[in-house]
């Protein structure tokens, strides 16, 4: 008899902790701190690394899509499509991002503001739409949230800032794997 029940405990067990689970995702406060032309809405919530108490993580929803998590490896990937396109306003989208990396500072608060950006920062680049899978707007915000993540967690960090130094330079293979490995960072 009792191993007639055995399945229907853990089923019971396994909603009752996906339950819990969901309440503590549900608890936790989230600011939406941009969206773009494109209706690609740009938030932070809070991190849990030790580094720093205003530690957040950087998060993105497309339209009709799932909410997904930036990474290095996406933004330098799609820097490569784009220069596939356009090489010279690519690299010109570089600079421009390298300057952006040097004048950021960490933050002392909850929800981190945007310190270099502006939209006019955006028309010199549009033509590089028209390929890949993020616009110019949102590589620029995303690349700036997560630098000053960096900035905050680590200041004197600088994965970011050697991705797009190294972007155009090395070899692409060396520059992506140092944007996949962890262990690098």
């Given at each position: 008899m009792k191993r007639l029940f055995r399945p229907f405990v853990g089923v019971y067990y396994y909603l009752q902790s996906s339950y819990k689970m969901w309440k503590?995702?549900?608890?936790?406060?989230?600011?939406?701190?941009?969206?773009?032309?494109?209706?690609?809405?740009?938030g932070v919530y809070p991190g849990k690394k030790p580094?720093?108490?205003y530690d957040f993580i950087v998060k993105f929803r497309e339209p009709n899509k799932r909410e997904r998590t930036p990474a290095h490896v996406?933004?330098?990937?799609?820097?490569?499509?784009?220069h596939v396109s356009d090489p010279q306003l690519t690299l010109r989208l570089k600079e421009h991002v390298l300057s952006m990396l040097a004048s950021i500072k960490p933050i002392n608060s909850f929800p981190p503001?945007?310190?270099y950006f502006k939209p006019e920062h955006i028309e010199p680049f549009k033509d590089l739409d028209r390929v890949g899978e993020f616009t110019v707007e949102f590589i620029l915000i995303v690349t700036e949230f997560?630098?000053?993540?960096?900035?905050?967690n680590y200041p004197e960090g600088s994965l970011t800032e050697s991705l797009y130094k190294d972007f155009g330079v090395k070899d692409r293979?060396?520059?992506?794997?140092?944007?996949v490995l962890k262990r690098l960072r």
């Open positions: 503590v995702r549900r608890s936790q406060e989230d600011a939406l701190v941009y969206t773009t032309e494109a209706n690609v809405q740009i580094e720093s108490p996406h933004l330098i990937v799609e820097m490569y499509v784009k503001s945007l310190q997560m630098a000053i993540q960096e900035k905050t293979f060396q520059v992506i794997q140092k944007a």
